[in-house]
C-alpha cells in the first residue's frame, strides 16, 4: 500500500463520523433514484406485457345500439386488424350485510381469442348456458371478501336477479378501477362483472346487436383514421365517439402515475444528490484548506499534481461507493415496498418488482456523475497549490470593524459573543455555505410533509365549497325536470336542484379533448364555481367556463370560440365562446348554464341527475328508496366520496412522509454535524489557543456551538424559502390531467421542519463538544510552518 493509500485510510477512520453523515446523505439520493426507477420500470414492463399478452384493444367505441351486421363493414375500414363487439350495462348492485349503495357494470365475456381476456385468479368462467353466474374483479371481491360460490343481486333492466360469483378475474382494461366522474377508486362501492353476453343480450334488447366495441389496429392504421371512420359509421346509432387506448380511463390514470414516478425520479433525487454534491465540494474543499502543509509537504517529496488530485478523488470515490452501497440496499427496500402499496391500486395479475441491471447501472452513474462534480473544483484548488505558497498559512481575513461595532452594540455583548459575530462576518462566504446547507437540508424536509396539508386544503375546497351535497343522484335516461321536484318533497330532502351532463368533445386549432359539460343553476347552491380566491361564481347566462387545466391543453382563453361536438343524440357541432375559467384540482371540466346547455341541445329541461341536500337522520332511508327506484342509475354518498378518498390518500401519504422525512431527517444531520466538525478543525488551533490564555472549557464551547446555533437559526428562513421552491417544483412537475396537488403549506410544514434542524443541531452540537474536550492542546498547538 502506497503512503497516500495509508493516508487516505487513516483521514477516512479519523473523519468516520463525517463521511457515514456524507454517505447518508448521498445513500438518500440513490435510494430515491433506484425506487423510483425501479418501480417505474416494473410497472411499465408489467403493464406493457399484460397488454400483450390479453390482448387489448387499442381503440374503444361506446353507442346505443348497433346491429350484428355491422362488425363486417368496420373490420373492412383499412388499418383495422380485429373487430370485437359486446354488450356493456351499468347496474345498481344490491350487496349482502352492505348498506350504501354501489354501483357496478355488466361487461359481456370476451369471444376466444378475443380482446381484452380475463385472467382467472380464482374459480372458472360461467357456463354457457347459465344466466345467473359472474366472474366479478379481484378489487371488489377482496373489497367484500368475495370467493366462488358468493352471491349478490343487481338491478338488470329494471329487475333484482340474484347472481352467483364462480371466478375472481383482472382484465388490462381495469387495472385502476374507479368508477367514471371519480377522483379515487372505491372498490367496496363499484365492481365489475362479467357475464355470458346471451343474458345480457335478452335483457337489454341487445340480440344480434351490441353497445359497445373494441378494435386492434395493424402496424400501419393511424388512430386518427380510423377514429373519424368510426364515427362517421356510427353515428346514425349513437356513438359516444370512439377513444383511443389513451383515453380509456384505466389506463389514463396508469399513465399519469407512470408520469408522476418519471418526475419524481427527476426531481427529489437531483435534490438529495445536489446536496450530496455540494456538501462533498465544501467539506473537501475545507479539509483541503487545513491540509495546505500536507500537500506542500508531498509536492516537496516529487509527489505530482495528478497523484495528489487522484488522492483526494479518491477520498470522495470511497464516501460515493458507501453511500451508493446504502443507497442499493435502501432503494430496494423502499421499492419492494413501493410495489406492495402499488397491489393495493393497480391490479395486475402479478406485480413484482424487478431491479434490472440497467436500473442500477443508472443509479450508479448518476451518482457517481453528481459526487465527482461536487469534488473536482475542490480536488483542481489541490493539484494547483504551489508548495511555496502551500507551506505558508491561509493568509488571515482582512480586519475591520464589524457591523455590531460600527453600530456601538459590541459594549451591550459578552466577549464570547463579540468572537462569534466577528468570526461569521470576516469568513462570509463559509458562513454562507454552511447557511446555505443547512438551508438545503430545511428545505428538503418540507417537501417530506407538504402533502398532508395540501390533500386536506384540496378535501376542503372540493368537498366543503364546491360539492356541498349529501347525495348525488344519476337517471338512467334524461328525464323531465319534474323529477327532481319530486325528490325535493320527499322528507327529509331539504334542498333539490337539477343537473345535466354531456359527453362532448371539444376542439381548437388543432387541440381536441374528449369531456363532459355539466349543466348546473346559475346560483346553484349545492355545486359552486369558485375563483382562485375561493369566491363563488355566478354561471354566465351564455358560453361556456373551463377549468384552467383543459384551457390550457386547448389552447383557450376568455373570448375564445371553441368547437362543441356534441356525443349523443344528434351529435350536432357548436361554435361557443368561453366565457370563464376557473382553477380546479381534479379533471378537466367544463361548465354550462342549465337552461343554456339544453337551448344548445335543443331539448326542454331535460336532465340527468339530482344534488340533493339532506337532513342527517334521513340519509340511510333515502339511499334505500333511491336504490330501489328503476330510473335511479347510481347515488354518490359525498361523506363515502371523502371517506374513500381519505382511506385512499392516506396510506401513499403516509409512506412518502415517512421515507421522505427518513432521508431528509438523515441528510440535516449530516449537513449540520458536518459544518459543525469541520468548523472545529479549521478553529481547534484557535480555541486551544484561548484555552491556554485563561479561557474556560464552557466559553470556548460557547464560542464553538454559538456560532453553530447562529448559523443554524439564520439557515432556518433560507431554509423555508428553499423549500417553498422545491415543493413548488416538484407540484408542478407531477401535475397530470387527472389531479394536482394545491401549493398549500400549512404552518406545521415549518413547524416540522424548523424544529428537526434544531434537533440535528442540537445532537451534533453534543458530539462536537464531546471532541472539544477531548482537545489535545499541545499537540494543536505544535508550529505546523
Not at 439520493?29 to 425506487?35: A, D, P, Q, R
Not at 373519424?228 to 399519469?256: F, N, T, W
Not at 417537501?447 to 368537498?463: P, T
Not at 489557543?689 to 460557547?702: D, K
Amino acid at each position: 500500500m502506497s503512503a497516500l493509500d495509508r493516508k487516505l485510510w487513516r483521514e477516512l477512520w479519523s473523519l468516520r463520523g463525517q463521511v457515514l453523515a456524507i454517505a447518508v446523505v448521498i445513500a438518500g439520493g440513490v435510494s430515491t433514484l433506484l425506487m423510483s426507477l425501479a418501480t417505474l420500470d416494473s410497472l411499465t414492463l408489467t403493464r406493457d406485457a399484460f397488454y400483450r399478452d390479453y390482448r387489448f384493444a387499442e381503440i374503444f367505441v361506446s353507442l346505443k345500439r348497433a346491429p350484428e351486421s355491422l362488425r363486417e363493414t368496420i373490420a373492412a375500414i383499412p388499418g383495422v386488424q380485429q373487430v370485437e363487439t359486446r354488450v356493456v350495462a351499468a347496474v345498481n348492485l344490491d350487496i349482502p350485510d352492505f348498506a350504501d349503495p354501489a354501483t357496478g357494470v355488466l361487461v359481456s365475456l370476451p369471444e376466444r381469442n378475443g380482446l381484452n381476456q380475463l385472467h382467472l385468479l380464482a374459480g372458472r368462467l360461467p357456463e354457457p348456458e347459465r344466466d345467473d353466474e359472474t366472474v366479478v374483479s379481484q378489487a371488489f371481491a377482496a373489497a367484500h371478501g368475495f370467493g366462488p360460490g358468493a352471491h349478490l343481486s343487481a338491478i338488470i333492466d329494471g329487475r333484482l336477479q340474484r347472481l352467483t360469483i364462480v371466478g375472481i378475474a383482472v382484465s388490462p382494461e381495469y387495472i385502476y378501477q374507479i368508477k367514471p366522474g371519480d377522483l379515487f377508486p372505491d372498490f367496496a362501492r363499484h365492481g365489475v362483472l362479467w357475464m355470458n353476453r346471451e343474458p345480457l343480450a335478452r335483457a337489454y334488447d341487445m340480440d344480434g346487436a351490441f353497445n359497445d366495441l373494441l378494435l386492434t389496429l395493424t402496424r400501419e392504421g393511424r388512430p386518427r383514421d380510423v377514429i373519424e371512420r368510426l364515427d362517421d359509421l356510427l353515428e346514425p346509432y349513437g356513438g359516444l365517439g370512439a377513444i383511443e387506448r389513451s383515453d380509456q380511463l384505466s389506463d389514463r390514470y396508469l399513465d399519469a402515475e407512470l408520469e408522476q414516478l418519471a418526475g419524481m425520479a427527476r426531481l427529489i433525487p437531483g435534490v438529495f444528490l445536489g446536496v450530496a454534491a455540494f456538501l462533498l465540494n465544501v467539506v473537501l474543499g475545507r479539509l483541503i484548506g487545513t491540509q495546505r502543509d500536507q500537500i506542500a509537504i508531498l509536492k516537496a517529496f516529487g509527489y505530482s499534481a495528478w497523484q495528489i488530485g487522484g488522492h483526494y478523488v479518491r477520498w470522495a470515490l470511497v464516501i460515493i461507493l458507501l453511500g451508493l452501497v446504502i443507497g442499493l440496499g435502501a432503494g430496494l427496500w423502499f421499492g419492494l415496498a413501493m410495489a406492495e402499496l402499488y397491489r393495493g391500486f393497480f391490479y395486475f395479475p402479478y406485480l413484482e418488482f424487478s431491479l434490472r441491471p440497467q436500473v442500477i447501472a443508472v443509479a450508479v452513474a448518476v451518482t457517481l456523475g453528481a459526487g465527482l462534480a461536487g469534488t473536482l473544483a475542490a480536488v483542481r484548488r489541490a493539484a494547483r497549490l504551489p508548495p511555496a505558497e502551500a507551506m505558508q498559512p491561509e493568509p488571515p481575513p482582512r480586519y475591520r470593524p464589524t457591523l455590531v461595532e460600527r453600530f456601538g452594540l459590541q459594549r451591550f455583548l459578552s466577549q464570547p459573543t463579540r468572537m462569534i459575530l466577528r468570526h461569521i462576518e470576516r469568513r462570509p462566504f463559509k458562513s454562507l455555505l454552511s447557511i446555505l446547507g443547512i438551508g438545503l437540508a430545511c428545505g428538503i424536509l418540507m417537501v417530506g410533509r407538504f402533502q398532508e396539508g395540501a390533500l386536506d386544503y384540496l378535501i376542503q375546497v372540493q368537498y366543503g365549497l364546491a360539492q356541498r351535497d349529501d347525495l348525488t343522484v344519476t337517471f338512467s335516461e334524461p328525464t323531465s325536470r319534474r323529477v327532481v321536484l319530486e325528490l325535493g318533497a320527499r322528507p327529509g330532502v331539504d334542498w333539490a336542484e337539477p343537473t345535466r351532463q354531456v359527453a362532448v368533445r371539444l376542439r381548437h386549432a388543432n387541440a381536441s379533448q374528449s369531456t363532459a359539460i355539466q349543466g348546473l343553476e346559475p346560483d346553484s347552491r349545492l355545486r359552486r364555481i369558485l375563483d382562485d380566491r375561493l369566491q363563488v361564481q355566478r354561471l354566465p347566462a351564455e358560453g361556456l367556463v373551463l377549468s384552467d387545466q383543459l384551457a390550457r391543453r386547448l389552447g383557450v382563453g376568455v373570448g375564445d370560440r371553441v368547437e362543441v361536438e356534441i356525443l349523443e343524440g344528434r351529435r350536432e357541432r357548436h361554435r361557443v365562446v368561453v366565457a370563464g375559467l376557473v382553477r380546479e384540482f381534479t379533471g378537466l371540466s367544463a361548465y354550462m348554464d342549465l337552461e343554456a346547455l339544453n337551448r344548445l341541445l335543443g331539448e326542454g329541461e331535460a336532465v340527468t341527475g339530482a344534488l340533493l341536500a339532506v337532513e342527517p337522520g334521513a340519509r340511510d332511508r333515502l339511499v334505500a328508496e333511491l336504490k330501489a327506484a328503476p330510473r335511479v342509475a347510481g347515488v354518490t354518498d359525498r361523506l363515502t366520496a371523502i371517506r374513500s378518498f381519505m382511506d385512499s390518500m392516506t396510506e401513499i401519504v403516509l409512506s412518502f412522509a415517512f421515507v421522505s422525512t427518513l432521508l431528509a431527517g438523515s441528510i440535516a444531520f449530516g449537513v449540520v454535524y458536518n459544518d459543525a466538525r469541520i468548523t472545529l478543525t479549521e478553529r481547534a488551533r484557535e480555541l486551544a489557543t484561548l484555552r491556554v490564555l485563561g479561557f474556560s472549557l464552557g466559553e470556548i464551547t460557547a464560542i464553538l456551538l454559538g456560532e453553530l446555533a447562529l448559523l443554524t437559526a439564520l439557515a432556518i428562513p433560507v431554509g423555508f424559502g428553499i423549500g417553498w421552491g422545491l415543493i413548488a417544483l416538484i407540484v408542478r412537475g407531477i401535475e397530470s390531467e387527472l389531479y394536482r396537488i394545491p401549493l398549500i403549506l400549512e404552518p406545521s410544514v415549518f413547524t416540522f421542519a424548523a424544529s428537526v434542524i434544531l434537533v440535528a443541531a442540537l445532537l451534533s452540537g453534543l458530539l462536537v463538544a464531546r471532541r472539544l474536550r477531548r482537545l489535545d492542546l499541545v499537540a494543536v498547538l505544535k508550529t505546523r510552518e
